[in-house]
């Protein structure tokens, strides 16, 4: 456990790049929370990031004190790494010194990325994580969870999947207090699930029978053109269920532990929460 102590809080903002999607938007809330201001970055922010548009990255950083990191679309892509270290370079020259990367397990581009991070001079710490609990109701999955039948290539492989809220505990540990600089946290769930293991759970948790189907590649390929899901996107969800989903992440890791000192979130209460707040039956009624 890290006896992390809180330092002087800083009045420039924090750089929260992805503020609006899973991690960041709750990283963001968590900072405000806690008085501290933030700046979003985004394409949509009133200040444009674009990770395609190097020219809109020292806008962003001018007269931040931290930056929050989450690259798009997935730090498994081709140049992502040379990205990270652009961008880093990019803060160093802003004046920019503190570095939060979000990074995901067992790929190789994204442990090239966090490389060029370490290697960039910055004050840096990687959130490397496994699966989010939240893919399940925030991202692709809520659809066909929702209509009762989640069907993917993937097969009795066990996932420790993280909640997100754990994920900006520690980012937002890391941006604000001393003691994380040069710490690289492997963030994971309390326990291994198997992809069928945690939609039961969800089917528990909203009290009605939802199933899992083990499926072909190219099944399921076939089926995110037919929901017109972007091939770029397509083509990572291929990579991540092929390649990354083959058992070298099949372990628990205690980065939450380390980082915050105490234990992580469980799927159990995440799939409570989200049952609770509609997540799967909202989209039910809906359709
Ligand atoms: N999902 C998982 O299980 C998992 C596990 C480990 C690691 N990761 C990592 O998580 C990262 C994604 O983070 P997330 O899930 O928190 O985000 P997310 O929910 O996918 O949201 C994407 C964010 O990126 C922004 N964005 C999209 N295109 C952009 C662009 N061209 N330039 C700048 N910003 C852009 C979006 O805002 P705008 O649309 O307004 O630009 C939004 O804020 C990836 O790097 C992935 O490797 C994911």
């Given at each position: 456990m890290t006896t992390s102590s809180q330092t002087s809080e800083p009045t420039q903002p924090i750089l929260v790049v992805g503020?609006?999607?899973?991690t960041g938007r709750r990283v963001a809330e968590h900072l405000r929370r806690r008085g501290l201001p933030v700046r979003i970055g985004s394409?949509?922010?009133?200040l444009p990031f674009d990770w395609?548009?190097?020219?809109?990255w020292a806008p962003a950083l001018?007269?931040?004190?931290?930056a929050y990191v989450s690259f798009y679309p997935d730090l498994?892509?081709?140049?992502a790494p040379e990205a990270i270290a652009a961008f880093a370079a990019a803060a160093l020259a802003a004046g920019t010194r503190r570095l939060v990367l979000l990074s995901g397990r067992g790929e190789e581009e994204a442990q090239r990325a966090e490389s060029a991070l370490q290697a960039s001079g910055a004050e840096w710490t990687i959130v490397?994580?496994?699966?989010?609990?939240?893919n399940f109701d925030e991202s692709f999955f809520a659809e066909p969870l929702a209509c009762g039948e989640l069907a993917l290539p993937v097969g009795a492989v066990g996932e420790p999947f993280v909640d997100v809220e754990d994920i900006a505990d520690v980012a937002v540990a890391a941006l604000t207090?001393?003691?994380?600089?040069?710490r690289l946290y492997e963030l994971t769930g309390p326990r291994l699930l198997t992809f069928a293991d945690a939609v039961a759970e969800i089917a528990g948790a909203c009290g009605r029978p939802i199933a899992y189907v083990e499926i072909g590649m190219e099944d399921f390929v076939a089926g995110l053109a037919e929901q017109e899901v972007p091939s770029d996107v397509a083509g990572l969800l291929r990579y991540l269920f092929g390649?990354?989903?083959?058992?070298?992440?099949a372990y628990v890791a205690d980065g939450v532990r380390q980082a915050l000192g105490r234990a992580p979130r469980d799927f159990a209460d995440f799939a409570r929460n989200a049952a609770d707040a509609g997540a799967w039956s909202a989209i039910t009624e809906a359709a």
């Amino acid at each position: 456990m890290t006896t992390s102590s809180q330092t002087s809080e800083p009045t420039q903002p924090i750089l929260v790049v992805g503020g609006t999607g899973k991690t960041g938007r709750r990283v963001a809330e968590h900072l405000r929370r806690r008085g501290l201001p933030v700046r979003i970055g985004s394409r949509a922010a009133d200040l444009p990031f674009d990770w395609e548009d190097r020219s809109t990255w020292a806008p962003a950083l001018q007269g931040t004190s931290a930056a929050y990191v989450s690259f798009y679309p997935d730090l498994a892509v081709p140049g992502a790494p040379e990205a990270i270290a652009a961008f880093a370079a990019a803060a160093l020259a802003a004046g920019t010194r503190r570095l939060v990367l979000l990074s995901g397990r067992g790929e190789e581009e994204a442990q090239r990325a966090e490389s060029a991070l370490q290697a960039s001079g910055a004050e840096w710490t990687i959130v490397r994580c496994s699966w989010f609990c939240q893919n399940f109701d925030e991202s692709f999955f809520a659809e066909p969870l929702a209509c009762g039948e989640l069907a993917l290539p993937v097969g009795a492989v066990g996932e420790p999947f993280v909640d997100v809220e754990d994920i900006a505990d520690v980012a937002v540990a890391a941006l604000t207090e001393d003691g994380h600089a040069g710490r690289l946290y492997e963030l994971t769930g309390p326990r291994l699930l198997t992809f069928a293991d945690a939609v039961a759970e969800i089917a528990g948790a909203c009290g009605r029978p939802i199933a899992y189907v083990e499926i072909g590649m190219e099944d399921f390929v076939a089926g995110l053109a037919e929901q017109e899901v972007p091939s770029d996107v397509a083509g990572l969800l291929r990579y991540l269920f092929g390649e990354v989903l083959d058992g070298r992440n099949a372990y628990v890791a205690d980065g939450v532990r380390q980082a915050l000192g105490r234990a992580p979130r469980d799927f159990a209460d995440f799939a409570r929460n989200a049952a609770d707040a509609g997540a799967w039956s909202a989209i039910t009624e809906a359709a």
